[in-house]
């Protein structure tokens, strides 16, 4: 003879749920998992025949969902790149780089470094702008990335070849 299982604390969220999700999920478990008639499920729960009906109807064709996919952590929305993005755009179709549509935003005081901006780009659906070797070089690096006194480094031996080394710029060795 089967015992019956004696009933924990908190047995009464699942015999009474309050949420509408929760309740549609015992009514179903109800009828398809533990046996009982669609009738007696449907009272239980507070579910007509035909609406209970309906749901396992859902259910099955992949039409009711459960159970809410769990969230994405962090922000939603990034409010600077949201104020820059129309002017971004406008920028782009006045046919300016990244780099040069940041620039430009700094000066217009729209703090957007050029991450942003790319990102901005690529979600609009913009491909990356290939400047024509004709148009002149490109425009300079900012001061930070520019190291025109540091020396290159020194030849690795990982460069050498068995008759000496073989330098990739002029100088080197």
């Known amino acids: 003879m089967a015992a019956t299982p004696t009933r924990r604390k908190g047995w009464e969220l699942f015999a009474h749920p309050a949420q509408q999700n929760q309740r549609r999920y015992e009514a179903l478990r109800a009828d398809l998992y533990e046996g009982a ?6 009272a239980r729960f507070g579910y007509t025949p035909a609406t209970l009906e309906s749901l396992a109807r859902d259910l099955r064709a992949g039409k009711l969902v459960l159970f809410a996919p769990a969230g994405k952590p962090g922000r939603k929305h990034a409010p600077k790149k949201d104020r820059a993005r129309a002017r971004v755009i406008q920028l782009r179709r006045e046919g300016l780089s ?3 549509i940041s ?3 700094a000066v217009e005081g729209i703090g957007l470094n050029r991450t942003g901006v790319g990102q901005i780009l690529a979600e609009e659906g913009f491909g ?12 300079p ?9 540091r020396p290159p480094p020194a030849c690795s031996t990982s460069t050498r070849s068995p008759s000496g080394c073989t330098p990739p710029w002029p100088g080197c060795c």
């Open 141 to 149: 690096r900012p001061a930070s990335a520019a190291t025109p006194d």
């Open 128 to 139: 990356r702008l290939l400047r024509d070797p004709a148009e002149g070089p490109a425009p």
């Open 103 to 105: 620039t430009r935003l």
């Open 98 to 100: 990244v780099y040069e």
């Open 37 to 42: 008639s669609l009738t007696q499920a449907a």
